[in-house]
């Protein structure tokens, strides 16, 4: 049997950084290059066709829609090849959720495509990113990965992008997920599924758009007044997520002064600041103009408000049909 081609598409991370002892907390996201990280592959014997393309090397905080938006080029480019098996995409673990969701609302395909990141940098004492993308590289070489749109290997475990989070600062076992927790358990030499594929149509959600509006997040504190929302949004700002405190609540006056700008055009997305759980309408998000976040979190229900905004969906009704999709 052919063995499988893949596309790696590096943007940097602790996958790729680096400190100057083992033992030393600090260290420098993307330091070594692809090229260099597939030499070190090679020595694991994985078989698949390996193909590598640098898009970035930094920490994943700094990532742009420049960089979404070369991913979003090659990987198309690299999925619409009938000889292309799928795409790993080596990221940083920070922000590896918000590039996960937005190319699986974005891209057009069922093959594969995985993102998978480190914990720790290639000098460390038990540096993971080794296993990590061997198992990325098992994931995608499966037939059965099909149909599950974009998914992220951390710590012998994939998560859907819709689902994943990253819910802790240190360890290897740094991911979780929510409503769904891991959708598939691996090594580089097992794989097991749990449930059948759920995007078996190749249509992308939303189509690519680079030019993303000013959406802010609003986290909702104790003792919040309205001025916060007043210094937060701008003539450019077309939305707010609000990162709400329990069910996505805020103190009264700041929910009348986002109704204020709701009432003239701003979308407001009601979110939690809580690790999990869903935001479901109330019967007031009717009147007050407002969508309830469902199950995203705030930083991917931004990039969610951003996408239909820039794609001239305004209507909070489209909107909140947007959210309910699972
Ligand atoms: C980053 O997100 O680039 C730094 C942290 C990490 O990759 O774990």
């Known amino acids: 049997m052919k063995s499988p081609s893949i596309l790696v598409l590096a943007t940097g991370g602790t996958i790729a950084g680096a400190a100057d002892s083992a033992t030393r907390h600090d260290y420098r996201p993307g330091q070594i290059g692809i090229e260099e990280f597939l030499e070190r592959v090679e020595e694991l014997g994985i078989e698949a066709r390996l193909t590598g393309k640098q898009i970035a090397n930094i920490g994943s905080e700094d990532i742009t829609p420049a ?9 198309s480019a690299a999925l619409a090849d009938p000889e292309c098996s799928g795409v790993v995409i080596t990221h940083g673990t920070d922000t590896v959720e918000e590039t996960a969701f937005l190319l699986d609302l974005t891209l057009p395909t069922t093959k594969p495509v995985v993102l998978v990141g480190a914990m720790r940098p290639i000098t460390a004492v038990g540096y993971d990113g080794l296993r990590n ?4 590289v098992r994931v995608v070489s499966d ?6 749109g974009v998914l992220v290997v951390m710590g012998d475990r994939v998560f859907a992008a819709r689902d994943v989070r990253k819910s802790r600062t240190r360890g290897t076992d740094a991911f979780s997920g929510f409503p769904r927790d891991a959708v598939g358990l691996v090594t580089p030499s097992a794989l097991d599924w749990f449930g059948a594929p759920w995007r078996v149509a190749g249509e992308a959600r939303s189509p690519f758009r680079t030019d993303l509006p ?25 939305g707010v997520v609000v990162c709400g405190v329990g069910e996505g609540n805020m103190p009264e006056p700041v929910r009348k002064r986002l109704v204020e700008l709701a ?12 690790a999990e759980g869903l935001v479901d309408r109330e019967p007031e998000d009717d009147e007050n ?5 469902r199950a995203l979190g705030p930083a991917k229900a931004r990039i969610l408000l951003q996408m239909l905004i820039a794609n001239g969906i305004t209507d909070p009704g489209e909107i909140q049909t947007a959210f309910d999709k699972p």
């Not at 993308?133 to 990325?136: D, G, K, S």
């Not at 037939?143 to 599950?148: D, K, S, T």
């Open 67 to 75: 960089i979404w938006h070369d991913l979003h080029t090659c990987a």
């Open 133 to 136: 993308f061997a198992n990325a």
């Open 143 to 148: 037939p059965e990965a099909a149909g599950r």
């Open 214 to 238: 000013d959406v802010p997040v609003l986290f909702v504190h104790a003792a919040m007044t309205p001025d916060y929302v007043d210094r937060l949004v701008t003539r450019e700002t077309r």
């Open 263 to 274: 009432r003239k055009g701003l979308r407001v997305v009601r979110s939690t600041r809580l």
């Open 289 to 293: 103009g407002f969508v309830a976040g």
